[in-house]
């Protein structure tokens, strides 16, 4: 046995071709793949209390930040993203591409939801009039930002499985704030209900409400 390799007379086997199944040189597998359970317990977690809503509900706490930077057209509205940022500390980063990858698409449903995406009802039966891809405007590739940069600040926590910390919905939770404040900075307008279409925007610089 030599690190990643064991060692038999004159034959090598190496512990990734053992761990994904061994197979012959006609590709006929020889072994399955390892495989392996285990179980993780957050330790102090505890309901509310029912009187004060007070209690330890969470092992540990996720933080990040979200900036954008985006431009309007004011004579019709329509919002054109230059960047998007996204800083998180959520401990040890086991798989960076993975985890880069859950962050942008948390990021990409936001920002659907925040300018594009909402339903439209009949005023008489209340029926849901744009229950199809073509009328409920999804995110394309062409509205994404010319530029995602995505950052993590890895402290590792001493709870969580290798240091790690969430990392599920954490991508999501401010970019629909990040995006009203900078609407804001380029128009001077607020806005309370999502989401902020291009309609809204002309309507609301052309004085409307």
Same mark, same amino acid.
């Given at each position: 046995m030599d690190e990643d390799?064991?060692?038999?007379?004159?034959?090598? +086997? #190496?512990?990734?071709?053992?761990?994904? !199944?061994?197979?012959? %040189?006609? !590709?006929?597998? /020889?072994?399955?793949p390892v495989m392996g359970e285990g179980h993780f317990v957050a330790k102090g977690v505890q309901n509310p209390d029912p009187e004060t809503g007070q209690?330890?509900?969470?092992?540990?706490?996720?933080? !990040?930040?979200? !900036?954008?930077e985006l431009g309007i057209d004011k004579?019709?509205?329509?919002?054109? +993203?230059? #960047?998007?940022?996204?800083?998180i500390d959520a401990g040890t980063i086991?798989?960076?591409?993975?985890? #880069?990858?859950?962050? +942008?698409?948390?990021?990409?449903?936001?920002?659907?939801?925040s300018l594009t995406e909402g339903l439209?009802?009949? =005023?008489?039966?209340?029926?849901? #009039?744009?229950?199809? $891809?073509?009328?409920y405007k999804i995110m394309g590739i062409e509205d994404m930002p010319d530029e995602v940069l995505i950052d993590f600040v890895?402290? %590792?926590?001493?709870s969580g499985p290798y240091g790690a910390k969430g990392l599920g919905e954490h991508g999501a939770v401010s970019v629909a704030p990040a995006v009203l404040n900078a609407i804001y900075d380029a128009t001077?307008?607020?806005?309370? &209900? $999502?989401?902020?279409?291009? &309609?809204?925007?002309?309507?609301? /610089? =052309?004085?409307?409400e």
């Open positions: 390799k064991l060692i038999y007379n004159d034959k090598i +086997l #190496r512990w990734s071709d053992l761990a994904l !199944g061994y197979k012959n %040189p006609d !590709g006929s597998a /020889l072994t399955t209690g330890n509900a969470a092992a540990d706490w996720t933080f !990040g930040s979200v !900036g954008v004579t019709t509205g329509e919002v054109h +993203l230059y #960047r998007l940022l996204n800083t086991i798989n960076p591409q993975m985890a #880069r990858d859950q962050v +942008l698409g948390a990021m990409t449903m936001v920002l659907g939801s439209v009802f009949s =005023e008489d039966k209340g029926k849901i #009039r744009n229950n199809n $891809l073509v009328d890895q402290t %590792p926590e001493e001077g307008k607020d806005f309370y &209900e $999502l989401p902020v279409t291009a &309609e809204k925007i002309l309507k609301a /610089l =052309e004085g409307g």
